[in-house]
């Protein structure tokens, strides 16, 4: 066995751990000096605020001599704020797609904060965020289902990473998502401008979805988005892919069954 092959299995060892250990560690490690960082920096901005009304009040020609100077000051820490509660806002993205990883236990799911955790990780795909003209219409008051959040997740991700993937390579580059409900579904639409799937291959790929086959040796969109689309389906959602001009639409709606678990 050469050196290279050897480093190959040692490395590949090493990425496995990834998702399980490694993120996680990080993520719990960042957490605390965030926290502080965040919580230090709003007490410099409400002492530094107090203080420059004092210095005011009591001096008001020092004050007014060291205006520019303390505008410029009080900008700045407003700044690190700002920059905080975005920095935040991303590693909180990031904890929530990795937590959600671990939850192999069924609960409630509200399906549009499910999405909404899945577009604020989606921000880490460069274009994605860059390239991708994108409406998202996620209301989050809709009913929920029960369900497991581990495969909700991974299965929404291979089915928007799929729409972007074909909105990317469009001229339009759009891509869409939004939540409804009526008095039988809750139901999620992607739609992205890659044009119409082949009606022939969305054929053959909902015979495997409604016969349960795991084969994705067939056409592209089978190696793509089966295996997704069977993990919704266990949950008796109804599929409907649909094409009209330049877009496609996947859409998938769970049933509404009360508390009664719907997932087969």
């Not at 960082?37 to 002492?47: H, N």
């Not at 094409?243 to 087969?264: A, C, V, Y």
Request: charged share 25%; hydrophobic share 40%.
């Amino acid at each position: 066995m050469t050196g290279d092959k050897i480093y190959q299995l040692i490395k590949e060892e090493f990425e496995a751990t990834f998702t399980r250990e490694l993120i996680p560690g990080i993520l719990h490690n960042f957490a605390n000096p965030l926290n502080s960082i965040m919580g230090r920096s709003k007490l410099l901005q409400r002492r530094s605020d107090d203080i420059f009304r004092k210095l005011a009040e009591n001096y008001p020609q020092a004050a007014a001599a060291m205006n520019a100077d303390l505008e410029k000051m009080s900008a700045e820490i407003k700044a690190i704020n700002n920059e905080s509660d975005i920095f935040y806002d991303s590693f909180r993205s990031l904890m929530n797609k990795f937590y959600s990883l671990e939850k192999k236990g069924e609960s409630r799911i509200n399906l549009s904060q499910l999405l909404t955790d899945e577009m604020r990780f989606f921000n880490f795909y460069m274009d994605f965020k860059h390239e991708i003209k994108k409406t998202m219409q996620l209301s989050i008051d809709i009913p929920g289902f029960r369900g497991n959040t581990a495969e909700l997740s991974v299965a929404f991700w291979r089915l928007i990473r799929f729409a972007v993937g074909r909105a990317k390579k469009s001229s339009l580059q759009e891509f869409h998502i939004k939540t409804e409900y009526d008095d039988k579904y809750v139901r999620a639409s992607i739609r992205d401008s890659g044009g119409a799937l082949p009606s022939d291959e969305v054929e053959v790929l909902m015979g495997k979805v409604d016969s349960g086959v795991i084969d994705t040796t067939g056409s592209t969109l089978d190696k793509e988005i089966l295996l997704p689309l069977l993990i919704m389906k266990n949950y008796q959602a109804k599929i409907i892919i649909s094409g009209e001009g330049s877009f496609n639409t996947i859409s998938i709606g769970f049933p509404l069954s009360g508390d009664k678990h719907n997932r087969q």
